[in-house]
């Protein structure tokens, strides 16, 4: 047979859509991002969709008319680089789909915790630790953001500040107490 009709499979050549070590979004569960995370995803699909892509199509456009495709570096990464570019544009399609933008500000001034707060707690020794709670597709664990369905976060919802509230962790059962809530106050 020839290799032009066969298919090779690629390390990470998945036919899914979602991108490894992304998370998934769990049955029945809503979507739920802040304004600005909404913002950073649909700024991030513009710029694939008019900046990168187009390069890379040109580039391999470029690479194509110069003859021997199976030795051409150009081509061959160009072309990875546009399965990379377009699985991404499907997933950030997808999500930004099905996203349901929650603005925090509403909650400003309240001591509840809702989506979109940022919780400082403390453990049983005393030892304080503040948390954002964010959409699955915008939490960034460096900058203390958790995802709204991480297990401390399902935790701390709905509790007040002041209140003692369980957390499951590997180690077993904690108790932590939520010290302050706040959130962003709403734009003018």
Known sequence: MNKAFTKEAEAGDEDDDDLPGLPALPAGARNYI???????????????????????????????????????????????RLREIDRRIRFLTKRLDIAEVADPSAHHGSDQVFFGATVTYAN???????????????????R?????????????????????????TPGGVER?????????????
């Open 34 to 80: 802040t304004p600005a995370g909404y913002r950073r995803l649909r700024d991030e699909l513009m710029t694939l969709l008019d900046i990168e892509r187009p390069k890379i199509v040109e580039v391999v456009s470029w690479a194509a008319k110069n003859g021997d495709r199976s030795e051409n570096g150009d081509y061959l990464y160009g072309k990875k």
């Open 124 to 142: 049983a020794n005393g030892d304080e630790r503040t948390i954002t709670i964010k959409g699955i597709d915008e939490a960034d664990s460096l």
């Open 144 to 168: 203390g953001e958790v995802s709204w369905v991480a297990p401390i976060a399902r935790a701390l919802l709905k509790a007040r500040a002041g209140d003692e509230v369980l957390l499951q």
């Open 176 to 188: 932590i107490e939520v010290v302050e809530v706040r959130y962003p106050a709403p734009e003018r």
